[in-house]
RNA sequence: GCCCGGAUGGCGGAACUGGUAGACGCAAGGGACUUAAAAUCCCUCGGUUCUUGUAACUGUGCGAGUUCGAUUCUCGCUCCGGGCACCA
């Protein structure tokens, strides 16, 4: 088994092709990272966010898959099963406009970019298992995504109903909100309008308040994060209260965080939108006037969309309503910045405390009434309608509120709600700003959703043996109007309850759906069923999910409610999906996002035909921590790129030490490791031997600690300038053999998940046939580690003035002594008294004069 | 407007729990090797001043404060980035 030193392979250069493409053979070939669910071993699922198969891969995916694969292969060196798969994100509109514009099918396109993508990312060197591979447009991925949907709909989680959605007229579909810009379609620059259809629902709303709570189950998630998710759901508390329409049967039902406020109410506000105007209008002289506000209003609102916020504007109806607590007369008004979609459509306008009813109050000449007066103020300072400026917002005292006068907002919030309860027209009412999702769109690359409609039998689910509902056509769809509902014989097909004609939903699914499971899926990739209990049981959750912050919100709750819905099925037992996130920066070059239109793309493919993939990773990981923005710099990768040839050449200038040690094995029949004594090291070997150490104490607290990897490389940088300068020409003393092989054989395992291919390579340059992924991860001595010497930093009032060699372990009243008595320090002391003395044990003595 | 981040040499970035600011790399300058270049190796490298050294002063966006001591903690600003944006 072992080697004789004419058996050492020999390299004179550092050829990354051959070396690359030989490891990749052999991790295809002998399936290094397939694995299984295996009860005896503690497992790590570790994730990075699954790509749209766009064409071709870019920076952005470099750097998401190195960090992922460091990962990954640090784990497995510690010993964990590490699950680490790949697929593909791979419904959406791209795919269409492609199709569209040059006539290739969606899936053709799709599958093509799929292969392409595929082989880039084996080129990479990472470690997935390629048996679990996904393609989110395959039917035997998406049939048990329309499975789950029917079986959220017979829980009744998934409903249609009719709303207004943003609407192109061109392209004939439904915009996301993200879709419009200035009011216009992103894609044809048409102008976008409400348009009121049926689509499907989910009700997200229903979990809502599970969403925010287990927030603080996540304090693996960078806190950015959840706040955002916390904003975004915007669970909001108060009092849902009821004001009698003066002369009619209807009340308007109101929703305020502010009960405590009630008492300023001096007019009430209804969204244009509010089913009550015509109502209230309906006959009188208002009406027309009123009509013609609300008509103007919503088409600036769709005008408006993205932009500014417009000015206040209002118009009287004409009627009056009465505050329950007061039985004031109080005028209802209908206002343009009253948001239907929120709390009730309807809000009490209280002037003195809320700046929009006070700027609408100023407009048109409303009473404006403090009734909460700011703690801690003199009587001269008291807000009154004569002198204020803008709303008081604030919580203070009650004042002119009849029986809660006295009372501090806090408690008043409570009295009014209870005496709103008690009274029978009002109660405690929570409000989300969630809002239920929208899944439809009118698009071809999607999952079709698996319903029909009957005439006579409504909305029936298709029974799910007939699963899956097939994406229809291998002909281009073309235009763009609602593609499926183009397809006759796709659509027309007879009711599976009555028989009679009827008509396939031709919307397809938002596909976000596909991207809210696809990591449970993973863990029996083609189980016969949505998911394999087991399998879901052993891997869930994900240990470590990595992806771009721009998913923060949708993508990364829409995972989290779908982990619930899952969970509520009974396929899977966690409640959350992700314990631990990181959330990655941007690659940017001079200063600026990556983009075609800036002319700055950085192509990963050309980077990797020049450089290796090795180091294109390896810089990737050095140049920025992951989760701030990493600035490209060509010089940079040209650094890395020296750095791994440098540790190439050391390898080989070294190799005696480790044939030395072949030698030494075969002689003593296969001895482990050497080991030596610390007293027997010359100082130098002491030295290197203490550094290797160091080094595998820093790289792994770089890694465990925040994954740090920049640190990580920068302490195996150090370890390689000195070993280079202890095996060196001007090195003072030849370094022992063993010392030196640790110090070798410890870089190339530390640097191993960065760089695979290169390690690999040099690991069995030097004698190894083993895989470096289960060598086990290195471990330092305390003993090894520990210092002799300390540099004490001397200072004189906090100014550094001098340095002390000591030896460690010198007690604190030497090296005061020391400190005293120090030349440079007498220069600053002699003529001033000292007051105090500070010693920090190892690390300084400041003298205060 | 509100809520989060961030600001350190020419550049990317280090700095444990308040204790040597600038690790590591890039760029730049100088030198060695070479007929020459590339590659490689060595040296210098925050600023200012001088008496050129184990020198002094200054320096982590700006201004205060706490402390023997602040890049680090507190308060107040400025600028940059991100998220939300009439949410009652």
Redesign the pocket.
Known sequence: MSKTAQEFPKYDVYDFKAIEAKWQQHWQKTKSYKVGEDAAQEKYYLLEMFPYPSGRIHMGHVRNYSIGDVIARYKRMQGYNVLHPMGWDAFGLPAENAALKNGVHPAQWTYENINYMRKQLKAMGLSYDWDREIATCHPEYYRWEQLVFLQLLEKGLVYRKKTTVNWCEDCATVLAREQVIDGRCWRCDQQVIPKNMYGWFLKITDYADELLEDLDQLSGWP??VV??QR??I?K?Q?LACDFQVEDEEEKITI????PDTIYGVTFMSL?VEHPLVDKLIAGTEQEQPVRAFVEQTLVEKQR?AMD???E?HGIFTGKYCFNPFTNERVPIYVA??????????A??A?PAH?Q?DFEFAQKYGLPVRPVVQPEKKVDSERLDSENMESAWEGDGILADSGPFNGLPSAEAKKAIIDHAKTQGFGQAHI?Y?LRDWGISRQRYWGTPIPVIHCDTCGVVPVPAEQLPVLLPGSQVPYGSHAPLHQQEDFYRIPCPKCGQPAQRETDTMDTFMESSWYFARYTSPRTDAPLDKEAAQYWLAVDQYIGG??H??LHLLYARFFTKLLRDLEYLSVDEPFNNLLTQGMVIKDGAKMSKSKGNVVDPHELISQYGADTVRLFSL????PE????W?A??V???F??L??VFRLMQANKECFIAYEREREREGGAEEASFSLAKLSPADRQLHRKTHQTIQRVTESIETNF?F??A??GV??LV?QI??AT?DGAKQPVEDAVLREALQTVVMLLFPMVPHFCQELWQFIGYNTPLDHQQWPTYSTEAIKEDEL?I?V?V???????LQVATGTDTEEIKQQALDD??IIKFISDKTVK?I?V?KG??V?I?V
């Open positions: 806190e950015k706040t955002m904003n975004w915007g909001s108060g929703f305020t965080t502010r969204a408006m500014q916020e417009p206040k343009n910045f009253v948001l239907m979609e929120y709390g009730t459509g809000v009490m209280v809320d929009r409000t700003r912050v721009e923060a919100i050095f140049a920025a921590p701030r923005d990493l600035e710099n010089q940079g040209e650094g890395s020296r750095f040839n440098r740090h920049n640190t490389i920068a940088m150090e300038n280079t300068v060196g540099t930093v200072q009032n906090g100014k550094v003035r001098s340095r030349e440079r105090k500070i920090v690390k300084l400041n205060v």
